[in-house]
């Protein structure tokens, strides 16, 4: 038998029809990201394509993070508030946000970094989602300010006594061996316990 070009190119169409049907009736497949929750709740509050886009697959890459904070800037500049995205990821903010800047500053975090800066930062020094205070702990053990006898309530006492009154007037506890808390191995370890 032979079969013309015509044929075969039908033949070749229904497949890929075929295909293409079969591919879409299938459902997408769940996300194994430890984050996966997360990124559904900030997809949910999402105000834009953009940030649709940077959250669609339960990872926000390195180039994303920057893009985001880069509009994040522009926004502000093009509301008259200078500012600038610092490396560590704060910013410096030269204007005096009183009155309507303070509505313009708010619009712009809404419209770039809402639901993308904060999920970035926990996804990467906590990329397996474990228990952030143990994380934490197990850093404080390392570094050799605390042992295994202090517990998570240990941990919630110190902060319970230092952060609700921070003013200079009061000096901050020290654990139980006398490193203060505001020493900056307890800050690295509070900020990035795994040290990524």
């Not at 712009?108 to 993308?116: A, L, V």
């Amino acid at each position: 038998m032979v079969t013309n070009r015509r044929e075969r190119l039908g033949a070749a169409a229904v497949v890929g029809a075929l295909a293409l049907g079969l591919a879409a009736c299938t459902a997408p497949e769940p996300s194994h990201s430890p984050w996966a929750a997360e990124f559904e709740e900030a997809r949910q509050y999402a105000v834009n394509d953009f940030q649709r886009e940077v959250l669609s697959d339960d990872v926000i890459t390195e180039a994303e993070y920057r893009e985001t904070r880069q509009r994040y800037i522009d926004c502000l500049a093009d509301a008259g508030i200078k500012a600038e995205a610092l490396d560590n990821g704060g910013y410096n903010v030269y204007s005096n946000l009183a009155g309507t800047l303070v509505d313009a500053e708010k619009a712009c975090s809404t419209q770039t970094i809402g639901g993308i800066e904060a999920l970035y930062g926990a996804s990467h020094v906590n990329p397996r989602h474990e228990d952030f205070t143990k994380l934490i702990l197990q850093c404080l053990r390392k570094a050799g300010i605390t042992d295994d006898s202090f517990t998570t309530e240990d941990w919630q006492a110190l902060n319970d006594e230092y952060y609700p009154v921070t003013d200079d007037s009061k000096i901050p506890p020290d654990f139980p061996d006398g490193t203060p808390l505001t020493d900056p191995r307890v800050d690295q370890c509070t900020s990035n316990p795994l040290g990524l």
